[in-house]
């Protein structure tokens, strides 16, 4: 069965701090990888996306990612983390396609980020 | 901005009774599925309409139901409510072959 796992519940790091969010996922193909923020009591904003071609993508608000293959990663980097960072991050990702939908997604737990001043 | 509201945005039940959720989507957003997401949790996918058909569906009982209009607009049907149920249900929209879900702001449903 598809899984994905984000291995830190919580993280906390000063402002202008780098940030790096883990995300695995377990899928016998290259799935489609995504990286969604909420912030509390809202929906999810997606950050960035990764089909195929390039494995580092960038995304909104300074936000990167890189998909290794070897090591079924999709791992969420910022060089300097602001404090409206703060918010909980989830990795997704989409295996079900079907025709021209994406189908389902499958969500990690989520990882809740703290920034100090 | 999405481009895609979900209504109430809160609501309280009790536990027996029935609840709609609805889900608005902007032009263009032909694809629409549902989400719960529990206190604490990622959300899981409940399932996926396509031009007015369940395409999908994820494990949930039948007590969850759906229905998607020609205008793409959708609803979310839970009936005989458990405390269980209490959750953030998520609308995410999508434009068919763009392969990106987008998601509205949820409607919290509590159930005492």
């Known amino acids: 069965a598809q899984s994905v796992t984000q291995p830190d519940i919580h993280i906390t790091v000063s402002e202008g701090a780098s940030l790096e969010l883990r995300c695995n996922y377990s899928y016998g193909a290259t799935p489609y990888l995504f990286w969604y923020v909420q912030s509390p009591g809202q929906g999810l904003q997606l950050l960035l996306k990764y089909f195929s071609g390039d494995t580092l993508v960038q995304g909104i608000k300074g936000f990167e990612a890189e998909f290794k293959r070897s090591q079924s990663s999709f791992n969420l980097r910022k060089p300097s983390v602001h404090w409206s960072d703060a918010a909980e991050y989830f990795c997704?990702?989409?295996?079900?396609?079907?025709?021209?939908?994406?189908?389902?997604?499958?969500f990690g737990r989520g990882t809740q980020l703290t920034v100090w001043p | 901005d999405a481009g895609v509201t979900q209504s109430p945005t809160h609501l309280i039940k009790t536990r027996g009774q029935q609840v709609t959720l609805r889900c608005s989507p902007k032009?263009?957003?032909?694809?629409v599925s549902w989400y719960q997401q529990a206190l604490g949790q990622g959300p899981q996918f409940i399932f996926q309409?396509?031009?007015?058909?369940?395409?999908q569906r994820g494990n949930f009982p039948d007590r969850f139901s759906g229905h998607q209009f020609p205008n793409y607009s959708s609803e979310l049907n839970v009936n005989a409510l458990l405390l269980g149920d209490s959750a953030l249900y998520l609308c995410?929209?999508?434009?068919?072959?763009?392969?990106?879900?987008?998601f509205g702001p949820g409607t919290r449903l509590l159930v005492l």
């Open positions: 309409y396509y031009e007015e058909e369940e395409r």
């Open positions: 032009s263009g957003h032909d694809t």
């Open positions: 997704a990702v989409g295996v079900d396609r079907r025709g021209s939908t994406l189908g389902r997604l499958y």
């Open positions: 995410a929209v999508e434009n068919r072959g763009r392969e990106t879900q987008y």
